[in-house]
């Protein structure tokens, strides 16, 4: 398959452009509406048209007086009223592009059935209850976005709201045009689960004059950096300071501690390299800010795996990074998910920036350095709570994480990580202890570490026995 080439399309960006100045409209009609109520109310005229109440025996409007034969419900405790407003407002399944129409072709095929899972109108009962259920809408749910719009427009949630909020999904769909009629198909070797190759959804585009804008082309790497833009700081007029003009806005989700990313439709040799402004947004903009990355569906050729590169610029000191294989495709008209029960699709971890104070100039690893750190000190991810289990590899060499032991799950297990490399130690246990003197039980014959001082598996040698051993001059 022919690689395409990253655009977007402008038929997609002018329908946006176009849907755009109407949420201007409603919000400069609701504020006009505001200023009209304003201005009934002081003069002392009310908006609210109301009914003719029945009266009581001193005359008092009342809830229960409003209607004839009404009787007043049983009074229930508050406590109680926050416990159903609680369960009413939390969706056991994440909330797809809250504050946006969702396509249906973004949605997998249970999210389509589903019935609504959480009572909304609970918020216009009252204003007692509008004000708390809010809170529990924003606080107890979790939510996926497809769209960069759906993102952005994730703005208009109060700021106290976004605050909180640890953890997203994105759900990154490919998409593809053309401006010929051929098709185009993702290979059966995507995933273990896919018995023959898909087809793509590719838009027909009319074929102009020039030739710059003609053949295969994908909406992919660009709109990753679309999603990351959408994340930065929106502007608050209310958060603007008079007397500190220069503090910065906070970003749209600015607690946030775990990003799961997951890579729809991006097979292997159909794309070419990401743009030179992901590594600004990854690396610059959004550097260093989270604990946790989840990476689903990468292509597993070079240009996957410089994005998983770049993508890892995301995460802070000692962040664990998880590269996972694809759980889902894109069909026409909805997404179907893969299982990933086979040995294929077991997820690779590997903690990025591990060394600590472990001095690496005699190992080439450049990768495990940050570019552009200008010598400043980042604080680590903080340490996963609990105790990790014994180990007689845990040295000033190794760091314990807890990693998931189903992506989907809660349910996580220690694992032991090889400081230099990044990647579990089971995996480089052999070369990290292969110019170990003393085996197992006799320390005395062993490397002291140069690090630490002391005898362990896969010491730091010093200097003078390195030159022997990587055959260099330091």
Known sequence: ??????????????????????????????????????????????????????????????????????????????????????FAMTSPQPIVDPLCKTKSEHLLVQEKVKSNQIAIHFLATCKAYHAEGT?????????????????RNFAEVPFKFREDIKDINLRIIAKFYDDENRTRKISRNHHPDLKKAVPLTVHRRPKENT?????FRTYGWYQLIDFLMAMQPPYDPSRVSVTTPLTPMPRLLPSLEKLRIDFV?????????????????????????LNELVLTGLPTDEAGERVCNELA???????????????????????????????????????VRAAGEIDLNPYVHGDEFHAHSF????????????EPPFSFYHSCRTIWKKVPVKLDGD????????????????????????????????????????????????????????????????
Not at 135 to 151: D, G, I, R
Not at 265 to 289: E, R, V, Y
Not at 379 to 385: G, R
Request: charged share 25%.
């Open 135 to 151: 809170k529990f809408l924003w606080k107890n749910n979790s939510f996926v976005f497809t769209t960069p719009e759906a993102l």
């Open 265 to 289: 439709n991006f097979g292997s040799n159909m794309f070419g390299g990401p743009p030179a402004q992901l590594h600004d947004l990854a690396s610059h903009q959004f550097g260093c800010t």
């Open 411 to 474: 349910e996580r297990k220690w694992e032991l990580f090889d400081r230099i490399s990044g990647q579990p130690w089971v995996d480089v246990e052999d070369e990290a202890t292969m110019y170990d003197c003393a085996p197992i039980g006799e320390p005395d014959n062993g490397i002291v570490c140069d690090n630490c001082g002391e005898v362990h598996p896969g010491a730091i040698p010093p200097e003078d026995l390195i030159e022997d051993i990587f055959g260099i001059d330091l």
């Open 375 to 386: 010598g400043l000190e980042f604080p680590p991810a903080p340490k996963d709570e609990g």
């Open 211 to 215: 030739p710059a804008r003609r053949g």
């Open 313 to 351: 610029g995301l995460l802070k000191n000692e962040g664990l990074l998880i590269d996972h294989a694809p759980t889902m495709v894109a069909l026409r008209n909805s997404i179907r998910p893969l299982t990933c029960d086979t040995v294929e699709c077991h997820y690779s971890s590997k903690v």
């Open 1 to 86: 398959m022919n690689i395409a080439w990253e655009c977007r399309d402008q038929a997609d960006q002018a329908e946006i452009y176009y849907n755009h100045p109407l949420r201007t409209k409603v919000r400069r009609l609701e504020d006009e509406n505001l200023a009209l109520k304003r201005m009934l109310r002081e003069n002392g005229i009310s908006w609210q048209a109301r009914s003719k109440p029945s009266q009581t025996h001193n005359g008092r409007i009342t809830r229960s007086s409003g209607k004839v034969g009404c009787r007043p419900l049983p009074h229930i405790p508050v406590e109680i009223q926050l416990r159903i407003l609680f």
